[in-house]
């Protein structure tokens, strides 16, 4: 444990000079990758320097298959830049299999998120114990409807999706990660754009909704920063359809930016475009109740808990 910890104060170390000399926090970060070796050269080094006591099945447990975990774990730690390294690495190296498991609830859940009053923020989903992981919260339309009619402990609620397009960078396409939500999101979030406005409620309706909000990253490799953006169209090639863009979130912004396979994000995977989220009459319907792919999260109202 004592080597974990210095490793990592090493390379929160690394990461703050790298700062301090001028780099950006994506160039930062990249360097701090290229110096980190893979996780299995990663792993056996620590077993070499520091061997657990009186734990002769570790290195066999790790052969089956605790690597993936370290490896995982460090693609967390280069990417969640206010999560410490010390909890990641003793986790990954440490801790086995349930490594995967404990950085979502820590990078998810137990990091207070990027926005005003994070602690009053909430994720909800359906739970069936007797097929349903109990770390996944999924929804349907329907389940997000009767919720916001039922539930009056919360002042806001959103619902929101992944969603993969393609966008023309530099004459080529690139497939670009983005994410579909309902217009609350942003007031549920508190977040103000850094240009425009974000979504109206009626952009939220079909026929309504072909808007955008970019992120600051985008915002800047798409348009060099300028602050005539909004009102601009921007297609996406996916669908072909043109979208007017209303909005630029501000640098750093982010939110529920989880790996695709519902784990720590790697490079690549962060939200890079806001579309509003309009949902058809079948997706409202009763038939869609086991139509699952969707999250919802809430704001608390003052005073509320999370028992009510």
């Avoid at 967390?76 to 299999?97: E, H, M, N, Y």
């Avoid at 950085?103 to 349903?132: F, K, Q």
């Avoid at 009056?152 to 530099?170: C, G, K, P, R």
Wanted: glycine letters at 10%; a negative charge.
């Amino acid at each position: 444990i004592e080597i974990v910890e210095e490793l990592a104060a090493q390379l929160e170390d690394s990461y703050d000079a790298l700062v301090a000399d001028g780099l950006s926090h994506e160039e930062a970060w990249d360097e701090i990758r290229r110096q980190m070796p893979d996780g299995e050269t990663l792993a056996r080094e620590l077993l070499a320097a520091d061997p657990p006591p009186r734990l002769s099945g570790f290195r066999e447990l790790l052969g089956q298959g605790v690597l993936r975990d370290v490896q995982s774990s460090l693609r967390l730690l280069i990417k969640d830049r206010g999560f410490t390294a010390t909890t990641v690495l003793t986790v990954a190296v440490c801790l086995g299999a349930n490594a995967a498991i404990f950085t979502v609830v820590n990078s998810v859940l137990l990091r207070p998120l990027p926005i005003p009053g994070a602690d009053r923020i909430v994720a909800m989903g359906d739970v069936y114990p007797t097929i349903t992981p109990d770390d996944i919260l999924s929804n349907t339309a329907p389940s997000y409807v009767d919720r916001r009619t039922a539930i009056s402990a919360l002042e806001e609620q959103a619902m929101f999706s992944y969603w993969f397009d393609t966008i023309a960078v530099d004459g080529a396409p690139e497939e670009i990660r983005g994410m579909r939500a309902t217009p609350a999101l942003f007031p549920v979030l508190r977040v103000q754009p850094a240009l425009g406005r974000t979504f109206t409620d009626a952009e939220g309706e079909i026929g309504a909704e072909r808007k955008i909000i970019l992120s600051h990253g985008l915002w800047q490799r798409l348009y060099g920063g300028d602050p005539a953006v909004v009102g601009r169209d921007l297609r996406l090639g996916w669908t072909g359809q043109r979208y007017t863009i209303v909005g630029v979130m501000p640098r750093g912004f982010s939110f529920f930016e989880q790996g695709d396979d519902g784990h720590a994000p790697v490079a690549g995977e962060a939200f890079k475009f806001w579309i509003p989220l309009a949902l058809t009459p079948a997706q409202l319907s009763d038939d869609a109740r086991t139509r699952y792919g969707f999250f919802q999260s809430g704001r608390l109202r003052a005073g509320a808990s999370i028992e009510q």
